[in-house]
């Protein structure tokens, strides 16, 4: 029987011990996702090349296997604040550090050490990919009209494929709200609270995987470089000045809420956003400003960015 395309699920879980199965189930790590894409065997190889005394290849070895695994996920709360989201695993595997307040709000904010991993469990209509081990980088996407969403690129290491009957998911109920003039609030960009079209953010983490002789095979972050790009109004000069900040790299901040309602909101804010490569560009005839972003520790750093769900 061919595998069903429309049975497929997502389940993650923080490791306790690097590489070691946390046994994600169903009723607790079951993650909606979309866009989902893996590659099982992302591999190395090495060639034979052989000299022989005919025409035809020779075979490639596998030197070094690991899997990756790519979604998004939708930007909604938990449902109750003080209560990680569901992708609350995700974040931290992507080199964010959590702070849970009780009944009041969970912080994520990047960390230069000590990074969490995650194991993530694709399944596919009875079959089952183990991704271990795994660490990747995060990018954030709102769009106007459309719903905010957290895309994921993982890399892991590559465990045996198995037949394993499908998990029975429960999925969190809270429902994303689309990026609008009612569900998105707060805006501002270097104290402007300007008319937001669109805003995307990349974390840019480097993430290695590293197999070497003598050594224990990971999944390494080891860099980070957060860009991203945003589309606003475009405005006089009198009114805000965008073209002398980005000329001058000055360092502003950017806020902004997505949700109204407690347990669904989710805050994204920077303290210092450097604009670089202002330009303009049409919608409905109406000219936008975008501008590239570059979000800069502060002299305490792992400050560059941070995520407040409410």
Not at 41 to 48: H, L, V
Not at 201 to 226: F, K, N, W, Y
Request: aromatic share 6%; net charge negative; hydrophobic share 40%.
């Amino acid at each position: 029987m061919p595998l069903l395309s429309n049975r497929r699920l997502i389940l993650a879980k923080t490791e306790t011990t690097y590489g070691t199965d946390p046994v994600p189930t169903g009723a607790v790590n079951a993650i909606l996702v979309r866009n989902l894409d893996i590659t099982p065997q992302d591999a190395d190889y090495a060639n034979r090349d052989l000299v022989r005394p005919y025409l035809g290849r020779s075979e490639q070895l596998p030197a070094s296997i690991r899997s990756k695994v790519s979604f998004e996920v939708e930007m909604c709360g938990s449902g109750a604040a003080g209560t990680a989201p569901q992708w609350g695993p995700l974040l931290k595997a992507c080199g964010f550090g959590e702070t849970i307040v009780a009944s009041t709000s969970v912080t994520y904010a990047p960390v230069s050490a000590s990074f969490s991993s995650v194991a993530i469990y694709f399944q596919v209509d009875g079959v089952q990919h183990k991704v271990l081990g795994a660490r990747g980088t995060a990018s954030f996407s709102l769009k106007r009209r459309e719903i905010p969403v957290i895309k994921f690129e993982f890399t892991g290491l590559y465990s045996a494929v198995t037949d394993t009957a499908l998990a029975s998911p429960t999925y969190n109920a809270t429902k994303p709200l689309p990026v609008n003039n009612v569900n998105t609030t707060g805006f501002a960009l270097h104290g402007y609270a300007g008319v937001l079209s669109d805003l995307s953010i990349d974390m840019a983490m480097t993430v290695v995987h590293r197999d070497l002789v003598g050594g224990t095979q990971s999944v390494l972050i080891t860099d980070r470089e957060p860009t991203g790009s945003i589309s606003i109004e475009a405005v006089t000069v009198a009114t805000k000045d965008l073209w002398t900040i980005a000329q001058n790299a000055t360092l502003g901040a950017l806020a902004l809420t997505q949700g109204t309602v407690a347990g669904n909101k989710v805050a994204i804010s920077s303290s210092n956003v450097q604009l670089t490569n202002p330009s303009y560009t049409d919608q409905d005839g109406v000219q936008l400003l975008k501008l590239d972003m570059n979000f800069v520790p502060s002299t305490a750093g792992n400050d560059e960015i941070s995520i407040i769900c409410t």
